[in-house]
């Protein structure tokens, strides 16, 4: 029997409403085209606003000497060069310009003393250069971004949540089929352009900076349509989350505090940064922390501090030094401004920062040093698109942000994420409006598909006896945090494998209560599907690269492989009809960098 269902067509639709999303309709909208952005939970409400720290672009502003070839040097260097060259290129040219462009639709800025926006130091960059607005830069990119949105009367679709992506008969994507999340009632888009911006996966892991809205959505979507992804062993683990209390485990703490001059200690109050990446360096060679500081600029390619090295050498390192017996009371390491900066400078550079610690943990920054750990933080994987169009490989599909694959390599410099959402939504939008003018007639939708995806959706509630998806969810965060966490063995990884088939098969049992409307049991059980493949793609891709290198540490291939050093492993399912499919894995090589690019990597050593 056919289910009633709300109906909508549009030239673009933008699923996801962060920083990426956000920028991508406005792009596309501005272009003439009918665009609908559709977002799972309230607009304003995106993981962006957790991006704290800044916004990484080489505008030179403290640093005349910064530019994009220092840019996109740092961003290759920390993406241990499996980044797509091309997206690293056009993001170090184009941060500016985008930075610029927020500033004149209203984002208010931190200034220089002469008036100019300013720059805060970061992990990985040569320079200076993440413009900020205090510790609070993600909000008020989504606050600018937003009210931008809605003074062009873009149609916006919220707390709508995405099934599955569809396509005509010729196979091109050509809308999506979802529900309203406070009445379960469905609906679909027909659409000439689908634009992928859904951010991350990390509600896969027990200990994770992400929302509950990061559960994979775009890119096991991608999958199931027969898109390509890359590099999904590529997942960030922060150096800096909150450990204590157990309630807030996982909360990032920014990176802004090392920017602004907060170091790591561990228990026994050493500064052991410096035996990580200086090993030369000795307690006796320096009596104070200024001189150690001092030190370590002159024999080092760093020009700051070590505690502010890329975030996969910091998050082993704290790793260490707590699986040694070093780490604090609750498996942490402390960071300390408060010995470093006056009361009201950390009040008025780290406000939010000050408040979430004195709330949740009640601890006073300014006098207390913070207990912090690594948690999962960011995907560096995704589906894996063109650099110039952001196009998928299936056509009809785009893809802009975390959910994407390619700019970040192995691992990403702090700030160069909401760059990269302001330059490639951008892109993204001008690729699907393109796209969208070229396609001629109106997409039409498969009912048989429509009915499969709704019935599929449905069964959980029609079962009466079966799994619980909370119960279900949590032994996948439990399968992910000890198997395919932020240290990795070949065996794990295999028995990690056996695990999620077995889960999978449990996710294919769920069971229900109640009806369709604000009904969270049910929103987990359909959340579950896609976080299982995504997690199955981490774990195989993981398994495949037999290597450390960057955010992807193996303890049984400790070194980088100078030969998976040319490779991209590359995912695709086999059959692209929806969850539950095998996925297979195969590596590429690296599309070659122009001479004038490479020399680039060369210089500044």
Known sequence: ?????????????????????????????????????????????????????????????????????????????????????????????????????????????????????????????????????????????????????????????????????LSDTDGRVSGAVGYWRPSGEFITFSAKAVVLATGSIGKSWQFTSNSWESTGDGHAMAIWAGADV????????????????????????????????????????SRFMFDYVAPMFRAE??????????????HTDNRRTPDLLPRDEVARAINTEVKAGRGTPHGGVY???????????????LPSMYHQFMELAGVDITTTAMEVGPTCHYMMGGVRVDGDTEAATVPGLFAAGEVAGGM????????????????????????????????????????????????RSLE??????????????????????????IIRK??????????????????????????????PGWNLATDLPAMLTTSTAVAQGALARKESRGGHTREDYPDADPELGKVNFVQHQRDHRGPGQPIDIGPEPIPEMPPELRELLEEGH
């Open 408 to 455: 970040h390599g192995a691992n990403r410099l702090g700030g160069n994420s909401l760059s990269d959402l302001l330059v490639f939504g951008r892109r993204a939008g001008l690729g699907a409006a393109d796209y969208a003018e070229a396609r001629s007639g109106v997409p039409t939708l498969q009912d048989a598909e429509v009915e499969t995806v709704i019935a």
């Open 335 to 349: 960071l300390d401004i408060a010995s470093r900066r006056p009361a009201e400078y950390i009040r008025r550079r």
């Open 230 to 269: 890359i590099e999904m062993e590529s997942v960030q683990f922060h150096p800096t989350g909150m450990v204590w209390p157990l309630s807030v485990r996982g909360l990032l703490v920014t990176e802004g505090v090392r920017g602004d001059g907060g170091v790591l200690r561990n228990s026994e109050g």
């Open 285 to 298: 060679t320096a009596e104070t922390e200024e001189e150690a500081d001092r030190w370590y600029d002159d």
């Open 490 to 519: 070949g065996p794990e990884l295999e028995k990690a494998l056996v695990k999620l088939g077995e889960l999978s098969a449990r996710v294919d049992n769920l069971s229900v209560s109640g009806g369709r409307a604000y009904n």
């Open 1 to 165: 029997m056919a289910t009633d269902y709300e109906s909508h067509t549009y030239d673009v639709i933008v699923i996801g409403a962060g920083g990426a999303g956000l920028r991508a309709a406005i792009e596309a909208h501005q272009r003439g085209l009918r665009t609908a952005l559709v977002c799972k939970s309230l607009l304003g409400k995106a993981h962006t606003v957790m991006a704290e720290g800044g916004v990484a672009a080489a505008m030179g502003h403290v640093y005349a000497e910064d530019n994009w070839k220092v840019h996109f040097r740092d961003t290759m260097r920390g993406g241990k060069y499996l980044n797509n060259w091309r997206m690293a290129q056009l993001h170090a040219q184009e941060a500016p310009d985008r930075v610029f462009e927020l500033e004149a639709w209203g984002a208010l800025f931190d200034r220089t003393p002469d008036g100019r926006i300013t720059q805060r130091d970061f992990g990985g960059h040569r320079y200076a250069r993440l413009a900020h607005v205090g510790d609070r830069t993600g909000l008020e990119m989504i606050r600018t971004l937003q009210q931008k949105a809605v003074s062009l009367d873009i149609d916006v679709f919220m707390e709508c949540k995405i099934l599955q992506l």
């Open 460 to 485: 959980p509630l029609g079962r009466e006896q079966g799994e619980n998806p909370y119960e279900v969810h949590r032994d996948l965060q439990e399968t992910m945090q000890t198997l395919v966490g």
